[in-house]
């Protein structure tokens, strides 16, 4: 079973993404459980450092549940949207034992999503830097100022890469909630979900830098990074032996650890991230299934198509029919 950690940062969080988020994982665990007898996240957490948070000068509050020192190893992190009653440098000054522990949380494997403006604690660790990362448009600005160093496309709802998902303002963070779960529990529970919040799930438009994640709550460091060169080298021809050169390991270790790790051979999450990558392709834009061949890095249409079929159960011409906007749209 995973545990997700809701944290509470000192400042004032918005309490809405803080309630919002709890109550969506503890529908999503109780319609998954009673569905089919098991647990996902075993442990939901909402965590901080001090023993009650005051927003809204007092009128508001959230009790942490639990201090975050007690938690030493968590397997998703999510970092609420904080109210502008206090400017991101005071949030950051605030939060820096909560920011140290999210950078060792990630560093263990942990996934980190911020909502909205808790991309400001998100890119104040340091950990983003290099990543894409999204806050709402009217932040756009300072961010960039603050944060030179983080990619960030503020035109874009949800961004997600290298296990840091991030999210546009206002109540757009309910989408970012609704891919998450959708990644934990299957997209039958986040529709299911999707309807008892009547938060709309079509978020194909806003999600273009979403890719498979694989298996990264683990420990081995170079399973960690054959991952990220993996998913950053997806275009190129994959060579497992030229992996395990790069790492500087056998390739009969580099096979074993990778399926200790993940339950996947390198071969397989190669093939996983080239066809979460076409899929997504295939849903927002309006390239030939050609064309989104080549960008993920297949030569061979047969090779490609029995791939895709098998890992998403269509081929990519019925995938596209069914989940690309303007091909519905043609068909009417």
Not at 101 to 115: D, F, P, V
Request: hydrophobic fraction near 35%.
């Amino acid at each position: 079973m995973k545990h997700l950690t809701i944290l509470v940062p000192n400042g004032h969080p918005n309490p809405i993404t803080i309630i919002s988020t709890f109550m969506a994982f503890m529908q999503a665990e109780k319609h998954h459980t009673l569905k089919t007898g098991q647990s996902v996240f075993g442990q939901v957490t909402i965590a901080g450092t001090s023993d009650k948070v005051d927003v809204y000068n007092g009128i508001f509050s959230v009790t942490p549940v639990r201090d975050i020192s007690e938690i030493t190893k968590t397997d998703l992190v999510i970092i609420p949207a904080f109210l502008p009653q206090t400017s991101p440098e005071q949030n950051i000054g605030l939060n820096e034992k909560m920011m140290d522990w999210i950078t060792l949380q990630y560093k263990q494997g942990a996934e980190i999503a911020s909502l909205c403006t808790g991309a400001y604690l998100l890119a104040a660790t340091g950990i983003a830097n290099g990543q894409k990362c999204s806050i709402h448009w009217n932040d756009a600005e300072k961010f960039r100022s603050m944060f030179p160093k983080v990619d960030l496309v503020a035109d874009q709802v949800i961004t997600y890469e290298n296990g840091i998902y991030t999210c546009g303002g206002a109540f757009s963070f309910m989408n970012l909630i609704l891919y998450l779960l959708e990644k934990n529990y299957g997209r039958e529970m986040a529709i299911l979900c999707s309807k008892l919040f009547q938060i709309d799930i079509d978020r194909s438009s806003q999600s273009p830098y979403m890719v498979f994640n694989g298996q990264k709550s683990h420990n081995d460091p170079i399973v960690l990074r054959a991952q990220e060169s993996i998913e950053q080298n997806i275009t190129e021809k994959f060579s497992v032996e030229s992996l395990a050169q790069k790492l500087a390991v056998s390739r009969r270790n580099l096979d074993r650890r990778f399926i200790n790790a993940t339950g996947n051979t390198p071969n397989e999450y190669a093939q996983r991230v080239r066809i979460e990558l076409a899929k997504k392709q295939l849903e927002t834009t309006r390239k030939t299934i050609q064309e989104v061949m080549f960008e993920v890095g297949y030569s061979d249409q047969k090779t490609f198509r029995d791939t895709f079929k098998k890992i998403s159960g269509l081929s990519p011409l019925e995938y596209k029919s069914k989940y690309n906007r303007d091909a519905v749209v043609s068909t009417h």
